[in-house]
């Protein structure tokens, strides 16, 4: 079994705010892409009103050509109402699938949004136990050298207490590390059922 050293500790809380700040990055990036999701379910929104105001008018067109549809030499017949309606139809099913697809969309990125803010707070978490790891190792180190500094027994159990102190806040620290990544797991399975949902949303597309 190798030895472990007080510098292998320190070692291990330097890369755990090194992981900490490559999470962070991950965490701005899933940001940058939720924000531009968002702005796309904001265009398609705007689309679907054009849309909206285009099979209004269309409606008023396959109306009217019901009416000269009745007038044999109006140049419009039943076949020709009948085709337009089709076209008005598959229009009005467009605009009901693209709603259903902004809505989607942006149900995911408000959802990411809330992920993004449990990664920054277990982030946060992972820094600060970092630290208590850190200050342990530094304040064992205190005590071996007043040990071997045969310091008064009073200043050693202050020093001891320091100890003990700092590691009952690193295990509450390790507590709240694992609940919030528990939450963090939960968000990202809400995430992934607004994924699913979109993809469910856009199954009749062409």
Not at 98 to 114: F, H, I, S, V, W
Request: charged share 40%; proline share 0%; glycine share 2%.
């Amino acid at each position: 079994m190798p030895i472990i050293t007080h510098q292998d500790l320190i070692e291990l809380a330097k890369i755990d705010v090194e992981v900490a700040s490559d999470f962070g990055k991950i965490a701005k990036k899933i940001e940058t892409i939720a924000s531009a999701e968002k702005k796309m379910g904001e265009l398609y929104q705007s689309y679907t009103k054009d849309l909206s105001n285009f099979v209004r008018k269309m409606k008023d067109k396959s109306k009217q050509m019901e009416v000269l549809a009745r007038e044999e030499n109006s140049g419009v017949d039943d076949a020709d109402v009948k085709a337009y309606k089709q076209r008005v139809a598959e229009v009005t099913d467009q605009i009901k699938a693209l709603e259903g697809y902004y809505d989607r969309t942006k149900d995911l990125a408000l959802q990411k949004k809330g992920m993004v803010k449990r990664m920054e707070e277990y982030n946060k978490l992972v820094v600060n136990n970092a630290k208590i790891r850190k200050r342990i190792v530094e304040i064992g180190l205190r005590i071996e050298k007043e040990k071997n500094k045969m310091v008064a027994a009073d200043s050693l159990s202050k020093t001891e207490d320091a100890l003990k102190d700092t590691e009952r806040e690193f295990e509450r620290s390790k507590k709240e590390m694992e609940k919030k990544w528990e939450q963090l797991v939960e968000e990202r399975a809400e995430v992934n059922a607004m994924w699913a949902a979109l993809k469910d949303s856009i199954e009749d597309f062409e």
